[in-house]
């Protein structure tokens, strides 16, 4: 990405909502993913950064280094999609994009 590190989590997504579109790349933004408890359904949502490909959660985060809690929303973000793969992107970690692929 040609922004390099250093800027907020939002200019980060909508760099990738323009990229992906320029690519043709199917994404979602922050879709709100519906929970449920015992069958009911809940207020609460979870809003992943982006669906890609309607297979792959893509988690952003502009931190300096990616924690256990980040790992631990993609986790809960699987579950909830029933999706298998996910892609946590760190545009915060210099001097380069850290990564990380999780799989349900």
Do not use: W
């Not at 992943?48 to 931190?63: G, H, Q, R």
């Not at 280094?65 to 946590?88: C, F, P, S, W």
């Amino acid at each position: 990405m040609e922004k390099g590190c250093g800027f907020l989590e939002a200019v980060y997504q909508e760099c990738l909502e323009m990229e992906f579109a320029l690519q043709g790349v199917p994404f979602v933004p922050q879709a709100d993913l519906m929970l449920s408890y015992k069958g009911q359904p809940l207020r609460q949502k979870y809003k992943p950064d982006f669906v890609v490909f309607d297979k792959v959660i893509l988690e952003i985060k502009a931190v300096s280094q990616l924690a256990d809690e980040h790992r631990a929303h993609v986790h809960n973000y699987l579950k909830a999609t029933g999706l298998r793969v996910a892609l946590l992107v760190n545009f915060g970690h210099y001097p380069k994009v850290e990564h990380e692929r999780i799989i349900r």
